[in-house]
């Protein structure tokens, strides 16, 4: 059942047929997002890691395997670190000695946050998605529109020509009115870059204030020496636990019943988890480079022509060149995510039009007055 719910994210991580966004951004909103919701998936599945509690009581039946997991469990702090098998049963459990029950309540530590893993999951999923939403409405498919119908496998010779004479008539009617654009979708990757840095504060308030520092305490474990150390991910997801379990008695008395518990759903938590922290701070890296690329395109005109030339070298530099120094910044985007869309033969035409045409207009106008010319030159 779960794998039958996993498999329908392979849809979800599909390309769209004339994507406006980056690779990292998709990263953001696509892989990610299907990392989660997957991630929730397995944690509900019970044909693979059974119940998702389990006690062990001198009462019978699962009234205290039922209560102990509305209730909540615990460890005790003192009894983190001793010798498992010797000093406690397991990490942070153990019997009370030498401390009163409510000095050794002080000490408790619960871990109630298993009860809402799944739609802390969801709810993550929903925060990363948050700014393809924002761009699909801002974008309003202008790219698909000016996109559809220029490629050559698809469509007749006679159509893409066509295309091709409606493209560069749109570009030329719209120069430098594209500014909007590219700054709004700018500023989703860089809604992207601010969403994944809350998402780590709140992940580690989720986790009690210990995964800012999770995968780091997992790496140093993994190198220390075997017999001196302590898996950090058993203090953050305890497989056993402890609860306690009042009742009264059949003289009416209030008897108190240690139930020991076990949490196998943590073995799969403390994984999801750890993935996350290293996947977290390799795509805020990602972004953090992209945004300083950003930056770079928008303070150095003279490595626009140049970024559109590596990605598409059967275009002139010549004509690349022609077109960016007529043109700002917003128009330019226009023209680089439209060749990632469309057959690159068929892009070359396009730009060696364009080229041409604002060529003219701008040699038709020798004399700029003092207002703004359409196709006056611009750093932006």
Known sequence: MALRYAGGLKAFLARDEYPSESSIFRLHYQFTVAMLIGSSVFLTANEFFG????????????????????????????????????????????????????????????????????????FQAALFYLPKLIWNTVEGGLMGSIANGLNKTLYKDEDVGDRKKVVVEYI??????????????????????????????????FLGHQFLTYGTEVVNYSNMDQTERVDPMIYIFPRMTKCIFHKYGSSGSIERHDAFCLL??????????????????????????????????????????????????????????????????????ILYVLSKNIDPLIYKDIMSKLAKEIETNASNNPYPSSAPSMFASSSV
């Not at 098998?85 to 946050?113: D, I, M, R």
């Not at 009617?173 to 594209?178: F, G, L, R, V």
């Not at 022509?305 to 022609?322: G, I, S, T």
């Open 172 to 205: 030329i009617t719209h120069i430098k009115m594209h500014n909007g654009y590219v700054f709004k979708y700018w500023g989703c990757e860089l809604f992207c870059f601010v969403n994944l840095i809350l998402q780590m504060y709140f992940v580690d308030t």
């Open 51 to 122: 119940e998702t509690i389990s006690c062990l009581s001198d009462l019978p039946g699962n009234v205290v395997t039922t209560y102990c997991w509305i209730k909540s469990t615990f460890t005790i702090q003192d009894y983190q670190y001793r010798e498992v098998g010797k000093s406690v049963a397991q990490p942070g459990v153990l019997s009370p000695e030498g401390y009163t029950e409510e000095e050794l309540e002080a000490k408790w530590t619960f871990h109630n946050y298993y009860q809402w893993v799944v739609f802390f999951l969801c």
């Open 264 to 333: 196998p759903l943590n073995i799969l938590n403390e994984k999801i988890f750890i993935l996350q922290w290293f996947w977290f701070i390799f795509l805020a890296t990602l972004f953090g480079l992209l945004i300083v690329y950003r930056i770079m395109l928008l303070a150095l005109p003279g490595l626009r022509p140049r970024v559109m030339h590596q990605h598409n070298r059967a275009v002139p530099m010549e004509a690349l060149e022609a077109f960016t120094s007529k043109t700002r910044i917003g128009d330019w985007w």
